[in-house]
């Protein structure tokens, strides 16, 4: 510790005021604390203790201050950086099988971590969701096969029953039009239930496909060939572009029925003077197959709901069908291993595309 003594009149005094001061001394590093006072008459007190050791102090406290900083910003980053991402692979896991299972993937499910924490938890919930959800479906659909399944006999009597009725009266008596709506009504009733059933036959793994060796080129000329027709009523021009051999191992009938349900669908959803195109490319082990029309075409909302069963958007329901062509065509299409894209834009057109592989 340094010490400065006193004088006279010095600088800071005024009158007898004692006074406090941090002064910085010519020929030292360090600054100094100095109190000053009057002690008698026209005596001033000046005594002074240099500020050194708490200088030092302070800088080796705000070194050890910089020095901490600077290790603590960037493991504390890489630290927070690791967290939130581990934190947030569990979240994108969700989010990832959420998207699949909106897409359609009903049985996909959230791989749960062997951690516990919050978002183990959250998926486990969300597995538990999706088993009951799954289960409830399952069950929706079982009750629907075995409804259509149950009243297929009864109905087929009651057309049976109206269609004797019919040969045993004149058809311009009233009898005789009753017995004939009743037997077209009977008929369209048995189509949705016939439908139905190969849905679910041909969903649950059940229907043995008639595997041959199908030409799919021949078999869209046939079923242009059906539609021209239709086509002609309405002034819409049926595109046909078609390599040469394009023979897969399928079930023909099943895929007869494919094709007539997307090209009826895009004959019907086409105005008067539109163009509806059938394209085949062979692409190596599959076949793509595209059915595209210049018609109404569909919204986001609505494209993801065509494959549900009995689903019509708004639009589409002034036209004749019963909703069940779309499902029939991707569970016949599924169970020969293949699949169905959808492109499509309102008052634009929509763009079915089926890819087939060639060992069926
Ligand atoms: P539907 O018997 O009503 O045609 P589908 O299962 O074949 O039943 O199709 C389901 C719905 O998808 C249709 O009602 C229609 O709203 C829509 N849709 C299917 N194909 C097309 C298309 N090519 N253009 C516009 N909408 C379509």
Aim: aromatic share 4%.
């Amino acid at each position: 510790m340094e010490r400065t003594g006193g004088g006279q009149h010095t600088p800071g005094i005024v009158g007898d005021e004692v006074r406090l001061n941090t002064l910085s001394v010519p020929g030292r590093d360090h600054k100094a604390r100095v109190i000053r006072g009057p002690i008698g008459l026209n005596l001033t007190l000046e005594i002074g203790e240099s500020l050194a050791d708490d200088e030092i102090f302070l800088g080796k406290v705000l070194k050890g201050f910089v020095v901490t900083l600077l290790v603590m910003i960037p493991s504390g980053g890489v630290v927070g950086w690791f967290m939130a991402r581990r934190a947030l692979s569990g979240v994108q896991r969700l989010t990832h099988t959420a998207g699949r299972i909106a897409a359609g993937a009903l049985e996909q499910r959230v791989i749960v971590g062997p951690r516990g924490d919050e978002i183990d938890q959250l998926a486990q919930t969300f597995n538990t969701m999706l088993d009951r959800i799954e289960a409830l479906i399952i069950g929706m659909r079982e009750m629907t096969d075995n409804l259509a399944h149950d009243l297929r006999s009864p109905l087929g009597r009651i057309r049976a029953s109206a269609e004797t009725l019919m040969h045993g009266s004149d058809a311009h008596t009233e009898v005789g039009t009753l017995a004939l709506e009743t037997t077209g009504e009977c008929d369209r009733l048995l189509e949705i239930i016939n439908t139905t059933l190969d849905i679910a036959e041909a969903e649950s793994g059940a229907a043995r496909l008639n595997l041959t060796a199908v030409d799919l080129a021949a078999l869209i000329v046939d079923a242009a060939d059906l539609f021209q027709p239709v086509a002609e009523s309405k002034h819409v021009c049926i595109d046909v572009d078609l390599p040469p051999d394009c023979i897969i191992n399928g079930d023909l009938q099943r895929l007869q029925r494919v094709v007539a349900n997307l090209l009826d669908n895009a004959l019907k959803y086409t105005a008067p003077d539109g163009r509806v195109g059938i394209h085949l490319t062979d692409r190596g082990e599959r076949i793509e197959l595209v059915v595209e029309d210049s018609g109404i075409g569909m919204s986001a909302e609505e494209l993801s709901r065509i494959f549900e069963r009995f689903y019509r958007c708004d639009r589409s329901r002034t036209q004749a069908g019963n909703g069940l062509g779309l499902s029939l065509a991707l569970a016949f299409v599924r169970a020969h291993g293949g699949e169905i894209k959808v492109e499509s834009t309102p008052e634009t057109g929509s763009r079915f595309t089926v890819l087939l592989g060639r060992a069926g």
